[in-house]
């Protein structure tokens, strides 16, 4: 790779940089609406309904678990990813441990303590940025994060977006510079 046009960044990811529940995503969007119509039919089915339930006999019991039930599914919903994220970063401590990826025309090289790699713009099937890091997705349930906070300058940043861009025609969606 030609070291002129190539961007090198240090990299150690934190949980907030793969997933944050409140932060703005069309995602997290959808999570949360869902969260919050799930507690609005919750709501009108039980207060509705409330009076009728307390005439029986065990009653509070089936109130209590209704509403038990409808808050584990509103945060299941909304917090079940996040958690996931952290058990992922306890289970697979390589996921936190320092790397630095070195980008050029010619691919990306990834060196760290236990492995070195060197791969091909063609593993990367898209690219996306958001306003924290860049999102190279290589399969459906594989992704390379680099969050912008591990870069030096603003320079390498739109550096590193005309090198994904000319890598990668078409199947881009990054920011403007």
């Known amino acids: 790779m030609d070291s002129s046009s190539e961007v090198s960044v240090n990299v150690s990811l934190r949980p907030n940089d793969v997933y944050t529940p409140f932060q703005w995503s069309r995602q997290n969007l959808i999570r949360w609406v869902a969260g919050l119509f799930l507690m609005w039919l919750f709501y009108d089915l039980l207060h509705d309904r409330s009076d009728t339930l307390l005439s029986v006999e065990s009653g509070v019991s089936i ?94 940043i739109r550096l590193l977006r005309g090198i994904i861009r000319e890598a990668l025609p078409n199947k881009v969606r990054l920011r403007g510079d």
Request: charged share 15%; aromatic share 12%.
């Open 63 to 156: 109130l209590a678990v209704a509403i038990i039930l409808a808050v584990f599914v509103v945060f299941g919903l909304l917090l079940f990813p996040y958690l996931r994220v952290l058990a992922n970063f306890r289970r697979f401590p390589a996921m936190k441990a320092s790397h630095r990826l070195t980008f050029g025309p010619g691919g990306i090289r990834i060196e760290s303590e236990v492995a070195n790699s060197d791969c091909k713009w063609s593993l990367v099937q898209k690219a996306l940025e958001t306003p924290s890091l860049f999102v190279l997705v290589y399969n459906t349930h594989g992704a390379m994060y680099v969050p912008k906070r591990c870069f030096t300058s603003h320079d390498q």
